[in-house]
């Protein structure tokens, strides 16, 4: 599956995952499926939506 990133929040803040979960829950609150996920490579934690595919198709 492939996935937007919304946002980018360093692994090594104080607060942890707590600002990548509040931000997004507020794109929850606006209707985006957006979900935390942990990027190892950068050592953050990615707020990420699903990639919409979108049909070109003349009804």
């Known amino acids: ?3 937007t ?3 980018k929040f360093p692994a090594g803040d104080p607060r942890g995952s707590w600002a990548a979960e509040e931000y997004a829950r507020h794109r929850r609150d606006e209707g985006l ?6 990027d190892l490579e950068s ?3 990615l ?3 699903p990639q919409q595919q979108h ?3 003349a009804w």
Do not use: G, I, N
């Open 33 to 38: 499926a957006a979900e935390v996920v942990m």
């Open 1 to 3: 599956m492939r996935r």
């Open 43 to 45: 050592d953050a934690f």
């Open 55 to 57: 049909a070109d198709r």
């Open 5 to 7: 990133v919304l946002e």
């Open 47 to 49: 707020v990420v939506v």
